[in-house]
């Protein structure tokens, strides 16, 4: 059980893909112009990500270790085929406005690096947590920065809902304030680049006063003799 | 009697960067005075919202960085960024266009980088291009100069207009823009441009009335206002001539070439620096003592690299005017520039060798 906590913290937040790694930035920032696409690229990646880290995981024996890294790229790229092949039969909407980003999850480092650093090395169940709580941190990233690039770009939220939801998601379309001028450096590229800048931000910040507070709980070990000064 | 330590040249000037930073904003007066006789007082109300908002922004963010608040206020170099975007943007754009353009200025292109003197790019044109690419209808609404203008806007006017995007009489900025003839009316170079563009000839074009056969009417006597301003901010060496000097050769020189090249297809050098942004630019903008070169020889390279490139965006570009772009390119090339334009130290051969 303290390994479930210790990896579902570390996909979560110590070692969040998009927030420390800084890995799969393209897709995180390319396509996070509304929540509905961030969650439905989110998504995928998470399918893709849990797929491959388990099939890695279970053949890893029998990778010799001079070709891992194809055979590893084979596998993630057949469930990119998978999810790619079930978006554009159920999802054709969001398939088409997500594009070029589907085939691209291949490419993404976040998942190519959790095969080769953890799943390559750990048996099926932990490797499948880790992929789950990896995909998770990516994928709240993405809805964070899509929600907050949507907001500020053109005052609504799940925006295309139904594109990927279906019909009945037209009602989750929140309006939180009328525009007729959208701001368009949310919606651009440099809006991506300031907003994800200014969330690692937010993160660092929140950090530091954690561990400045835990300094402060465990209190300063009192020395009986004190020579010199002590910083 | 001051004893101050310190390595030669001993001769200091003893300038703070509060005088430095009033002398620029006394400068622009001038420029400031007759742009709202020509173009409305809407400019007096886009100065007062843009400085509001950068006292406010930066006291903010000096609060939330721990610093000492009143000192970094006092050196008025919040009041310089607020005061050229005020002047860049139109006079009458709405209200939340010039507060967006000056939080984004303060917080994020100057105090996010460190503050004064650490900013890689100059706050209001970086400022002045995001709101650009986020609100080209809102930044190219320039109404043409007072004497063209259907309908006579009062100083009430101009706080309904930017408040309310109607005039007090209840004129839309649209229908204020269309001349008494009915005709929408472009800034010159905006027209100049569309004209070229569709075929006809420089003589032709500058039939137009907001010409006035030169370099547009109001537009002259605001560029030799800042010209004037400019040249004061000399006199008193608040800055280099290099700059404004490199600015205006880099734009002269190869307008004058193409000029005389053909006459009938590109406007006159005198047209390039007596229109649009040009001296406001040239003396107030490019001199940015932050983000501009630091070496002589720098400096000059900057400045005709600024010129060069607005006379080549002007011409060829998507945009009728290219300052702010300019400005940013130039930033960019900064490091690079000082890199190869560092000066001899004193006592040192003149060339060595960098392998």
Same mark, same amino acid.
């Given at each position: 059980m303290s390994q479930f906590k210790e990896l579902s913290l570390q996909g979560l937040w110590k070692n969040n893909p998009g927030l420390v790694q800084l890995l799969g930035l393209c897709p995180l920032l390319a396509v996070t112009g509304t929540l509905t696409n961030a969650l439905g690229l989110g998504l995928a990646t998470l399918l893709v990500l849990l797929g491959s880290n388990i099939v890695v995981s279970l053949v890893r024996q029998h990778v010799p270790n001079e070709i891992r890294i194809p055979i590893f790229v084979l596998i993630i790229a057949s469930f990119v085929t998978v999810v790619q092949l079930l978006m554009n039969a159920f999802t054709f909407g969001l398939y088409q406005s997500l594009g070029i980003f589907i085939p691209l999850i291949v490419t993404n480092c976040a998942i190519i690096g959790r095969a080769e650093a953890f799943a390559s090395k750990n048996p099926v169940l932990p490797s499948a947590i880790d992929a789950l709580m990896m995909g998770l941190g990516f994928l709240l990233v993405l809805l964070v920065l899509g929600g907050m690039r949507e907001l500020l770009g053109?005052?609504?939220?799940?925006?295309?809902?139904e594109l990927l939801l279906g019909d009945w998601a037209r009602v989750l379309r929140i309006e939180v304030f009328h525009s007729d001028n959208h701001f368009l450096l949310a919606m651009l590229p440099p809006g991506a680049f300031i907003g994800m800048g200014l969330l690692i931000a937010l993160k660092n910040s929140i950090d530091q006063r954690l561990a400045k507070r835990q300094i402060i709980e465990k209190g300063s070990i009192a020395r009986a003799r004190v020579t010199g000064s002590v910083q | 009697m001051s004893f101050k330590i310190a390595?030669?040249?001993?001769?200091?000037?003893?300038?703070?960067t509060s005088s430095l930073m009033q002398w620029v904003a006394l400068a622009a007066l001038p420029g400031i005075a007759v742009q709202a006789v020509f173009f409305g007082y809407g400019v007096l109300v886009q100065l007062l919202l843009a400085i509001c908002t950068a006292w406010l922004c930066e006291a903010l963010i000096l609060r939330l960085r721990q610093k000492a608040v009143l000192p970094r206020l006092l050196d008025h170099s919040a009041l310089v960024t607020a005061v050229l975007l005020a002047i860049a943007i139109p006079p009458y754009a709405p209200w939340w266009l010039i507060v967006i353009g000056t939080a984004f200025a303060i917080v994020m292109v100057k105090q996010l980088y460190g503050g004064l003197g650490n900013n890689l790019f100059n706050p209001a044109m970086a400022a002045y291009v995001m709101l650009l690419i986020s609100f080209p209808v809102q930044m190219t609404q320039w109404l043409p100069s007072v004497s063209l203008q259907p309908v006579a806007l009062s100083p009430l006017d101009a706080f309904c207009m930017v408040f309310t995007e109607y005039s007090c009489s209840g004129f839309s900025l649209s229908q204020l823009q269309q001349? #008494?003839?009915?005709s929408t009316q472009a800034t010159p170079l905006d027209s100049l441009r569309q004209d070229l563009a569709a075929g006809m000839t420089l003589a032709e074009s500058l039939?137009?009335? #907001?010409?006035y056969s030169f370099a547009g009417a109001g537009w002259l006597w605001v560029n030799l206002a800042y010209l004037l301003g400019g040249l004061l901010l000399i006199q008193q060496k608040v800055i280099s001539w290099r700059i404004p000097a490199a600015v205006l050769a880099g734009l002269a020189v190869p307008s004058l070439l193409f000029w005389l090249g053909s006459a009938g297809a590109s406007p006159s050098p005198l047209f390039h620096l007596f229109s649009g942004a040009t001296m406001l630019a040239a003396f107030f903008?490019?001199?940015?003592? #932050?983000?501009?070169?630091?070496?002589d020889k720098g400096r000059l390279w900057y400045g005709a690299l600024i010129g060069l490139l607005v006379y080549l965006i002007r011409s060829y570009g998507g945009y009728p005017d290219a300052f702010a772009f300019a400005v940013l390119l130039a930033n960019m090339s900064v490091p690079l520039i000082d890199y190869y334009t560092r000066p001899r130290t004193y006592g040192h051969k003149a060339k060595r060798n960098l392998k």
């Open positions: 053109q005052g609504t939220l799940f925006d295309g809902a | 390595s030669s040249p001993h001769h200091h000037n003893q300038r703070t001349g #008494v003839d009915g039939q137009r009335p #907001v010409f903008i490019a001199t940015d003592p #932050v983000s501009a070169s630091t070496t």
